[in-house]
């Protein structure tokens, strides 16, 4: 019997073969502290109580690559570690990747990975101390932003969706020009 109940907003899904992390805004999970973000059994709907992670603030979005998840929002610190917006986490472990840092001065709304890149969209003006308006392919194993990659959209990037088969980005949002192109 599956039953979950979150004491706050859950704001994204997304599942692997045995489990379904949750994010959002809420601070317990069928009565478990999840500050944020949770790592549910599919078959039962209960908190993995093994795996903790505490965001100080929203989760928007997550992104699953293999063992690495991506989560993107509005938080500036998960488990003691000093992260803005973006962290990548071990699906194995639940442990942040203390190395995979890309410093996102505002929200991250949506993320979806393809190869060794993982695309980020939002309302953030810089990554890493350089300007990416808005939107930004991060290198997955670093999270250095690709620097010849610049779509420069106009406004923020709500949605976005990679298509693997022919190799395209999809973006959705308040923009109305891309590159100067209306």
Known sequence: DWHSYANGSVLTLSLTNSSLYAGGYFTEINGTSQISFAKLDTKTGQPNSDWKLNFNSIV????????????GGMFSEVNKYKRNSLVKISSLTGKVDPNWDPDADW????LDTYGYNIYAGGTFK???????????KLNSVDGKAELDWSPLPNRKINALLVNSSNNELFIGGD????????
């Open 60 to 71: 928007n979005t997550i992104a699953i690559d293999g063992n690495d998840i991506y989560v």
């Open 107 to 110: 929200a991250v709304y949506s």
């Open 126 to 136: 810089e990554i890493g101390g350089v300007e990416k308006n808005y939107l930004v």
């Open 175 to 182: 923009f109305f020009k891309i590159n100067d192109l209306q």
